[in-house]
Nanobody, 123 residues
Framework: QLQASGGGLVQAGGSLELSCVVS????????IGWFRQAPGKERKGISC????????YYGDSVAGRFTISRDNAKNTVYLQMNSLKPEDTAVYYC??????????????????WGQGTLVTVSS
């Protein structure tokens, strides 16, 4: 299972760090993705990390502002979010997948999902 946390209310320009603790399965063949879903919009992949190699992906909307990282010893993936904007407001989810890396931003390729954590950015 995956447990996401760290969401909250922050002013525009501020920072938050989300955490995703993973348990119950081996990381070796998985990559972890962060997705977000704003009200009335579809869930969108914003960042992924391959747990073994550490290679990363960022969507255009977050590249240069967000950083994904992992701590293998703690079975935890982090999403450091800086320079937050009101349009970053959404429920953020972490998920795990064994699909090929090229699908890392595709929600339908993820079998395991966390419960979501709400990020609200005020203007």
């Amino acid at each position: 299972q995956l447990q996401a946390s760290g969401g909250g209310l922050v002013q525009a320009g501020g920072s938050l760090e989300l955490s995703c603790v993973v348990s119950g399965f081996s990381f070796d063949e998985h990559h972890i993705g962060w997705f977000r879903q704003a009200p009335g919009k579809e869930r969108k992949g914003i960042s992924c990390i391959d747990y073994s190699s550490g290679i990363t992906y960022y969507g255009d909307s977050v590249a240069g502002r967000f950083t994904i990282s992992r701590d293998n010893a703690k079975n935890t993936v982090y999403l450091q979010m800086n320079s937050l904007k009101p349009e970053d407001t959404a429920v953020y989810y972490c998920a795990a997948s064994t699909a090929p890396w090229r699908y890392c931003r595709i929600a339908s390729r993820y079998a395991h999902w966390g419960q979501g954590t709400l990020v609200t950015v005020s203007s």
